[in-house]
């Protein structure tokens, strides 16, 4: 996935615990991962040298309250925040009294002659590749219903080891939650009936509801407090906030609309909390986060905002930030909070599509189906996430497809500039599109575009697992020359007899209503990958070729929405 994740932050840095916030954690943070390291910036061919690791990153956590404060934690300096807004440094407002952190509360060309069809499914003969795109050995493509007629099952393959952590990573994620930002984005739950909310969540819900119109005041806003009174945490944020720059104000006022839904907050938090380690984020930042929230919102909701509200809020950020805290102390046991990952082939398919694999510096493990985000040493601080293109392999290596769009920092600079031995930084493995192993369901898998790529994982997964299961993939692209990765897929086919191919060639977006042509699909489990317009064309489809909602599995639309690189 494309998605950029989090250009933004959230994740201020230093402060320094006993510097008077509002809010003081109930445990203390434990020395921090400050991002080190970064290249220089630029957009040419400059080549970074390995950056050193600045801690060592898995340590006992212990008790919170055994924690003790981290040292500043800004290890760059970057440009003085450009926002700037009235009264930025106007005397805080009215502070609620100071609760107690409330802990148990944690809640993918052939050639131009190809003959796919347009619109449906192809069947025949695939047509010979472009010089410069491999073999040319005619493939026969399996026609639905019938591809698996006597086939034998797949030679078992040898488990896949994970880490306990990675696998526990993996249970934890329901499609409930999105990888990241809003975990109601996609199945949002109806509001709780006003009778059934919490005082609190219901005050919440007021403030929300009278700062709606003017969210980007709040958003600017927001961060210009968080800057002006604590300049220190620029230095983690991207030289340039774009568009981006809010998804950290906007996830933390999502998860406090949603207090009362605790099972998918508290999940969604603790993924939050995680995938922040990789920014810096120390449990001392939150005061000075949630400073500049009360701040904003106390500025801009006149007419709601009183004593109560106030305490309601703060409460409120007291648990998220919380459960955020305890999450990434917790997983600190488990993982680094970032890898090193040196390039090591770099592959233009096309004129803006690259394969690229790259080699981590300590073992990377995750689940196929899952993704990760990826930031370029020349465009430090900005994060983009991308799918693992392929199920985990022996020697440890990464692939990702990675397509160059208009004004992609990242993705142009990974198409366009990264070369072997240039070195990339990964987050965290993130995502619960993988393949439940628990039934014998067959797979629908539907990937546009560059989001075949984990849709290859899958199927490499279903094989290694060695049981018979029917594999169904289309693969959906606007132009034959677009299928940048068919010859891949079919050789796949060729391997393996319970997997069908179709390349499905349409310039409409009608890419999902080729799987109306065939099926029945009352036996299979749905996977879908691509732009956020397929994913919602592809589940309506779906729906109405009788897939039941439960079976049907793609990263969070949130994201892909986002996606702006
Ligand atoms: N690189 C990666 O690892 C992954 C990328 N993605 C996402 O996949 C997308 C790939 O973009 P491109 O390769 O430029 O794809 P594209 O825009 O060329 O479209 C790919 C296919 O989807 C169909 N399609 C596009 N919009 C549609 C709509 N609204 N309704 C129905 N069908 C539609 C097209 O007709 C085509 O068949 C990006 O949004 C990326 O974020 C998703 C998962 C993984």
Redesign the pocket.
């Known amino acids: ?3 950029p994740t989090t250009t933004s932050a959230d994740h201020g840095t230093s402060g320094e615990n006993d510097k008077g916030g509002w809010f003081t954690p109930r445990k203390q943070p434990d020395q921090g991962h400050t991002a080190s390291g970064e290249a220089p910036e630029g957009t040419g061919r400059e080549r970074t040298a390995v950056p050193k690791r600045p801690v060592a990153s898995i340590r006992p956590v212990g008790s919170g309250a055994s924690r003790t404060a981290p040292p500043p934690s800004a290890t760059e300096s970057d440009a003085p925040p450009t926002e700037r807004v009235a009264a930025a440094d106007d005397d805080p407002p009215h502070r609620a009294p100071l609760p107690e952190a409330r802990h148990d509360q944690d809640p993918q060309h052939p050639a131009a002659q190809g003959r796919y069809p347009q619109h449906h499914a192809a069947q025949g003969q695939m047509p010979q590749h472009e010089a410069g795109h491999a073999h040319e050995t005619p493939m026969r493509l399996h026609l639905a219903g019938h591809p698996h007629e006597g086939q034998g099952a797949p030679a078992p393959a040898a488990p896949q080891a994970h880490t306990q952590e990675a696998q526990a990573a993996h249970r934890s994620q329901s499609r409930e939650v999105p990888a990241y930002d809003d975990p109601f984005a996609d199945h949002r739950p109806p509001a709780a009936p006003a009778d059934n909310a919490s005082p609190d969540a219901i005050l919440i819900r007021r403030t929300m509801a009278e700062v709606a119109p003017v969210a980007d005041k709040v958003t600017s806003y927001f961060y210009a407090l968080l800057f002006v009174r604590h300049p220190e945490l620029r230095g983690l944020f991207p030289a340039a906030m774009d568009s981006q720059r809010d998804r950290l104000l906007k996830a933390l006022l999502t998860a406090a609309e949603h207090m009362d839904n605790a099972e998918v907050l508290t999940e969604y938090l603790q993924h939050l909390g995680r995938g922040h380690r990789k920014y810096g984020t120390q449990a001392a930042h939150y005061p000075a986060v949630g400073e500049a929230l009360i701040g904003a919102l106390s500025r801009y909701a006149t007419s709601t905002w009183d004593e109560e509200t106030e305490a309601a809020w703060v409460r409120t950020y007291t648990t998220i930030s919380q459960i955020m805290i305890d999450a990434a102390a917790q997983n600190e046991r488990l993982a680094p909070a970032w890898w090193h990952a040196e390039v090591v082939s770099h592959d233009l398919r096309t004129p803006d599509i690259a394969i690229i694999t790259v080699r981590p510096d300590q073992p990377y493990a995750f689940v196929a189906g899952q ?1 990760t985000s990826l930031e370029t040493p020349w465009w430090p601080r900005i994060w983009r996430h ?2 693992f ?1 392929g199920a985990p392999r022996s020697d440890g290596l990464l692939t ?4 160059a769009v208009p004004a992609g920092w990242v993705s142009n600079a990974l198409v366009h500039h990264a070369r072997p031995g240039d070195v990339l930084r990964l987050g965290p493995p993130a995502g619960s599109m993988t393949v439940d192993h628990t039934t014998d369901n067959g797979l629908l898998c539907l990937g ?4 075949i ?2 849709i290859k994982a899958l199927v490499e997964d279903v094989a290694e697992h060695g049981t018979r299961r029917l594999v169904e993939v289309f693969y ?3 132009t034959n020359f ?1 299928l940048y990765d068919i010859d891949t897929m079919l050789r796949l086919q060729q391997t393996h007899p319970w997997l069908s191919v179709r390349p ?1 060639v ?7 209503d080729a799987v109306r042509e065939f099926g029945p699909w009352y036996e299979y489990s749905a996977y879908l ?6 994913i ?3 589940v309506h489809a779906l729906r109405g070729i009788g897939i039941p909602v439960d079976r049907i599995r793609h ?1 969070s639309l949130e994201e ?1 929405v986002a ?1 702006g690189d």
């Open positions: 996935m494309d998605a993704y991308y799918s293109a990702f497809h990675v397509k546009g575009g560059t989001g790529a984990p959906g692209a606007r677009d499905v349409d310039d409409r977006a009608h890419f999902p990958s691509g732009p956020p317009g397929m919602r064309s592809g990263d892909l996606a």
